[in-house]
Nanobody, 115 residues
Framework: QVQLVESGGGLVQPGASLRLSCAAS????????LEWYRQPPGKQRELVAK???????TYTDSVKDRFTIRRDNTKNTMYLQMNSLKPEDTAVYYC?????????WGQGTQVTVSS
């Protein structure tokens, strides 16, 4: 069983930055494909960014050039650097790890962007 713990959320003003972290248990972190999702209030959960085991990254259009996903396999941790935050980025952010036919989710961290 893999446990994922997100941290780094909070309340910020538009234009600010936040860095989310997702710490994972397990001994094969480097073999996980990793993803960040978010769920805005009253909306469905959506994929924000993903990074595979070869460090290939993909972003949803709305966050390109503002968000950066990366992983540190030595720390079993994935990050999401979020710059130039907008009110529409307000959501609960979740990380997900995938390995073969299995997947695991974190509990989520709230990000609120408001003036």
């Amino acid at each position: 069983q893999v446990q994922l713990v997100e941290s780094g959320g909070g309340l910020v003003q538009p234009g600010a930055s936040l860095r989310l972290s997702c710490a994972a248990s397990g001994r094969i972190f480097s073999q996980y494909n990793l993803e960040w999702y978010r769920q805005p209030p009253g909306k469905q959960r959506e994929l924000v960014a993903k990074i595979n085991i070869l460090n290939r990254v993909t972003y949803t259009d709305s966050v390109k050039d503002r968000f950066t996903i990366r992983r540190d396999n030595t720390k079993n941790t994935m990050y999401l650097q979020m710059n130039s935050l907008k009110p529409e980025d307000t959501a609960v952010y979740y990380c997900k790890a995938r390995w073969r036919d299995r997947e695991w989710w974190g509990q989520g961290t709230q990000v609120t962007v408001s003036s």
